[in-house]
C-alpha cells in the first residue's frame, strides 16, 4: 500500500508543482483574449498581444473595437472572423467590410446601438479561427460574420508549414493556454525578427501543387476545422454568414512557375482580347487553380463553404457576383485584397442578409472611399508589399528595404500633406492616429472641411470616447449633406446618443432626402425630449417632404410656443 501511495505522490508532485508554478506565473505574466479600455470602466477590447501566440517573430494587429463589458439587450453585436481580408488590409480596420456592415446597420437602423469586434488577422487559419472560437460565444454575439480560407497553406499553422497534422495541432494549441509551455516555447525556438514580408516570411518558396498531398492538406484542414466552428455556433444559436471568396483573377498572372497555370494565363488573355470574356474567366480560373504559390484560396474552399452552410444552418453570402469581369483592377489593391469600393460591396451582400426585410434598406448613404491618409498609408504597405517574394524574386533583405526607403522618400517630400504623414506612419515615426490628427488640422487650415471630415471619421475609430473629437466632427458635419457627414454624425451618435447629436443626424437626413431615417431618429427624440425645440422644428420639415402638412403644421406651432416660453431653446 505504501509503495502505491509513493508511486501516486511520485507522479503528483511534479503536476502540482506545474500547476503551483503556473498560478505563480500568471500572476504576473498573462495574456487574456480581452483587456479593459484604459479610463472606460464599461469596455473592453480584444488584447492585441493575444495572437502573438500563434506566431514567431510577426504580431498581427487586431482592431480596436471598444465594446460593453454588459451586453444590454438593444445592443446589436456583430463578431467577424477570419484574415487580412477581414481584418481590411491594406487599410486600417476602420475600412474593412466589417466596419462598412456596421455603417451600413446604423444607417438601416439610426437609434439602435450597433457594435462590431472585428477578429481579423493577417495570417490567421483556420485552426487559428476555431481556437478564437469559446472566447467568441463568451462575448454573447448575436450576428457572426466569417470571411476565411486564403490562409490555409501559409498562415498560422497551415498545411505549407512543418505541421500539416490537424490532430498535433488542436494538442499544441491546448498546451499554448499554459503561460509555462509559452515560456519555455520561445526559450526553445526564440521568435526570428526579419524585416521581410509576410508573405515572404510565409512561403520560403513553398510550392504546392494543384491536388498534392498538401494541396489536400490545406482543404481537409479547412473543412474539418469550418464544421467544427459552424457547429459550435449553430448549437449556441448564432445566426453566422459566411462568405464565399474572391480574389483577383484578371490582373494577377500566377505568383509561381507550372506549366498548366501559364498556359491557362495565356489562353484567358487571348480570349479577353477577343471578347469572350466567359472563356476568358474560365481559364482565369484555372490559372489560379494551378498556381503553386496559394495565397489565393483555391475553388474547393467555395464548394466547402456551400455544402457546410447548407449542413449547418448558416447563411451563404454569395460575393463571387460583386467581383465580375466588368471591374478588373478597380476592385483589388493586389492578388488578393479589395480596395475601399470592393470592401464596400463585400459589406453591402452581407447587410442584405442580415436585414430581415429587405424593404427597410435605406438610400444608399454609404462613403466607402478612405480617408486620403488612409489610402496613401495602404498604397505604401502595397508597394512593399510588391518588392518582396513571390512579386519580385532575388533582392535580398537590405535591397528590399533601401529600394522601400526610395519610395518612403519620394512621399514624404511630395508636397501632400496626406502622403508625408502616410510615409512617417510607415516608417513607425509618428503613430497613426497622431498622424491623422494632423492631417485632419491641416484640412481645416487649409479649408478642406470634405478631407478633414474624412480624417476625422478614421479618428473616431482610433479615439472613439474622444469628447472633443464628437462635438468638431458634429459641428463640421452639421454644414453638410454628404453621404460621408452622415457616418461622421452616425458614428458620434453611437458612443454618445445625446438630444443635441440626433438632431444633427436628423436634420442631416432630411436634408438627404433619407426620410425613414429622419422619421426613426425624431420619433427617438420625441420619446425622451417631447419639448425639444430643435426636433419640433425638424419634424414640421419631415412632415413638409411627406406630404403632411396637416401634422406639419402641428408641430411648428408646438415649435413656436417652446420658442416663446424659452427662447434659448
Known amino acids: 500500500m505504501r509503495t502505491v501511495l509513493f508511486k501516486i505522490a511520485a507522479i503528483a508532485l511534479p503536476l502540482v508543482l506545474l500547476a503551483a508554478a503556473e498560478g505563480i506565473v500568471r500572476i504576473f505574466e498573462h495574456e487574456p483574449f480581452l483587456i479593459a479600455v484604459p479610463g472606460e470602466l464599461e469596455y473592453q477590447t480584444v488584447n492585441p498581444a493575444y495572437a502573438g501566440r500563434y506566431f514567431r517573430g510577426f504580431m498581427p494587429q487586431a482592431a480596436f473595437n471598444p465594446f460593453l463589458r454588459q451586453k444590454p439587450d438593444e445592443v446589436f453585436r456583430i463578431i467577424a472572423l477570419g484574415g487580412s481580408s477581414t481584418a481590411g488590409y491594406p487599410y486600417s480596420f476602420n475600412s474593412g467590410f466589417p466596419e462598412r456592415v456596421a455603417a451600413g446597420l446604423r444607417a438601416i437602423y439610426p437609434t439602435r446601438k450597433v457594435e462590431v469586434i472585428n477578429l481579423g488577422m493577417t495570417a490567421l487559419s483556420s485552426h487559428v479561427i476555431r481556437d478564437f472560437v469559446p472566447h467568441v460565444l463568451r462575448m454573447k454575439p448575436d450576428a457572426v460574420l466569417i470571411y476565411a480560407g486564403h490562409n490555409e497553406y501559409y498562415g498560422a499553422y497551415g498545411a505549407g508549414g512543418v505541421n500539416r497534422s490537424r490532430v498535433l495541432t488542436r494538442t499544441v494549441f491546448w498546451f499554448k493556454r499554459s503561460v509555462l509551455f509559452r515560456k519555455l516555447e520561445r526559450l526553445i525556438a526564440p521568435p526570428v525578427q526579419s524585416n521581410r514580408t509576410m508573405m515572404a516570411q510565409s512561403t520560403t518558396d513553398v510550392s504546392i501543387a494543384f491536388g498534392g498531398p498538401v494541396y489536400q492538406a490545406g482543404v481537409q484542414n479547412f473543412e474539418t476545422n469550418l464544421t467544427a466552428i459552424l457547429g459550435r455556433f449553430e448549437k449556441a444559436g448564432i445566426p453566422t454568414y459566411i462568405g464565399t471568396l474572391v480574389s483577383n483573377l484578371q490582373s494577377q498572372p500566377p505568383l509561381g512557375v507550372d506549366s498548366v497555370a501559364t498556359a491557362e494565363w495565356v489562353s484567358a488573355q487571348r480570349h479577353w482580347t477577343a471578347g469572350d470574356t466567359a472563356a476568358a474567366m474560365a481559364s482565369f480560373v484555372q490559372a489560379k487553380e494551378h498556381d503553386p504559390i496559394r495565397f489565393r484560396a483555391p475553388e474547393a474552399m467555395n464548394q466547402i463553404l456551400f455544402r457546410l452552410s447548407e449542413r449547418h444552418a448558416a447563411i451563404l453570402v454569395e460575393l463571387e457576383p460583386q467581383f465580375g469581369p466588368d471591374v478588373r483592377d478597380s476592385l483589388f489593391t493586389d492578388h488578393l485584397h479589395p480596395t475601399g469600393l470592393g470592401y464596400d460591396r463585400m459589406a453591402r451582400v452581407f447587410v442584405s442578409a442580415i436585414v430581415e426585410n429587405p424593404s427597410n434598406i435605406a438610400p444608399d448613404l454609404g462613403a466607402p472611399d478612405p480617408a486620403p491618409l488612409d489610402a496613401g498609408h495602404a498604397r505604401l504597405l502595397i508597394a512593399r508589399l510588391r518588392l518582396g517574394f513571390p512579386f519580385t524574386i532575388g533582392l535580398s533583405e537590405a535591397e528590399e528595404l533601401g529600394r522601400f526607403g526610395k519610395t518612403l522618400q519620394v512621399h514624404r517630400e511630395s508636397g501632400r500633406s496626406a502622403d508625408s504623414l502616410a510615409a512617417l506612419a510607415i516608417a513607425g515615426q509618428l503613430p497613426i492616429y497622431e498622424a491623422l490628427l494632423k492631417a485632419k488640422d491641416h484640412d481645416l487650415a487649409a479649408q478642406d472641411t470634405a478631407q478633414a471630415l474624412a480624417h476625422m471619421r478614421s479618428l473616431l475609430h482610433w479615439q472613439p470616447f474622444n469628447e472633443n473629437l464628437h462635438r468638431e466632427a458634429a459641428e463640421l458635419a452639421s454644414y453638410q449633406s454628404s ?31 433619407a426620410l425613414e431615417s429622419a422619421r426613426s431618429l425624431l420619433q427617438s427624440i420625441e420619446a425622451s425630449h417631447p419639448e425639444s425645440a430643435v426636433m419640433l422644428f425638424n419634424m414640421a420639415r419631415y412632415l413638409v417632404q411627406v406630404g403632411d402638412t396637416l401634422n406639419a403644421e402641428v408641430y411648428f406651432r408646438r415649435y413656436q410656443q417652446v420658442v416663446r416660453r424659452d427662447p434659448r431653446r
Open 483 to 513: 453621404n460621408l457627414a452622415g457616418e461622421v454624425m452616425q458614428l458620434v451618435v453611437a458612443r454618445e446618443p445625446s438630444e443635441t447629436y440626433l438632431n444633427t443626424l436628423a436634420a442631416l437626413r432630411i436634408r438627404q432626402g
